[in-house]
């Protein structure tokens, strides 16, 4: 069965600190996309990234960096330079890859973060 | 903005009703999704309609339906609602790597 576990529920840093949200996963599929959102208080989900499996690569979008680790099935989040606009609750999801389509999109708990100035 | 608009914003039903919560994609976005999201955690998949047509459902039970339209509108239809049905529901469409979030409709259920 998939999974998605993110230990973090909640996590303060001040402004300008570096944070790091953790998200590990299970799954038996050897295909599948991993994914990023973030839910501020305005409750609109806003999609960050997406993965595939085959692409271990690390990304960078300015102050976002994903670390994506097969071996230890975790896809990390880093915010660095962290602002209070970041504060929201951020969602690490799996999904099987069918084609073009997303099927049974599992979302993790939730870490919330919240950015003192 | 995503293009994705739901409405009602708020809802408020009593037990037993049946409520019908409705999603506007954008333009060409043949697949669309909804979740169920309950206060404090993250959505769950309900259903996904590619092409009007279901093509894959999460752990909901039959009372829990859908349509997709032509138009690139979709419903989600919810009878013999329980107290465990009040939740954020949201419905996402889809653009090659990318999935737009509508803001949601927050239902209560008394």
């Known amino acids: 069965a998939q999974k998605v576990t993110q230990a973090q529920t909640e996590i303060s840093v001040v402004e300008k600190e570096d944070v790091t949200l953790d998200c590990v996963y299970e799954t038996r599929d050897t295909t599948y996309y991993l994914f990023w959102y973030k839910q501020p208080p305005s409750g609109e989900l806003v999609f960050l990234i997406r993965r595939n499996s085959f692409d271990e690569q690390n990304e960078i979008s300015g102050r976002y960096s994903w670390n994506f680790q097969k071996s230890t099935s975790s896809f990390n989040f880093t915010i660095t330079a962290s602002q209070v606009v970041d504060s929201a609750v951020y969602f690490c999801?799996?999904?099987?890859?069918?084609?073009?389509?997303?099927?049974?999109?599992?979302f993790g708990p939730g870490t919330s973060l919240s950015v003192i100035p | 903005e995503t293009g994705v608009t739901q409405s009602p914003t708020h809802l408020i039903k009593t037990r037993g009703q049946q409520v019908t919560l409705r999603c506007s994609s954008q333009s060409g976005h043949n697949t669309v999704s909804w979740y169920q999201q309950a206060l404090g955690q993250g959505p769950q998949f309900i259903f996904q309609?590619?092409?009007?047509?279901?093509?894959g459902r999460g752990n909901f039970p039959p009372r829990f339906s859908g349509l997709q339209f032509p138009n690139y509108s979709s419903e989600l239809n919810v009878n013999a609602l329980e107290l465990d049905d009040s939740a954020l529901y949201l419905c996402?469409?889809?653009?090659?790597?990318?999935?737009?979030f509508g803001p949601g409709t927050r239902l209560t259920v008394l």
């Open positions: 309609y590619y092409r009007e047509e279901e093509n």
């Open positions: 999801a799996l999904s099987e890859a069918r084609g073009t389509s997303y099927d049974k999109v599992i």
């Open positions: 996402a469409s889809y653009r090659a790597n990318e999935q737009f």
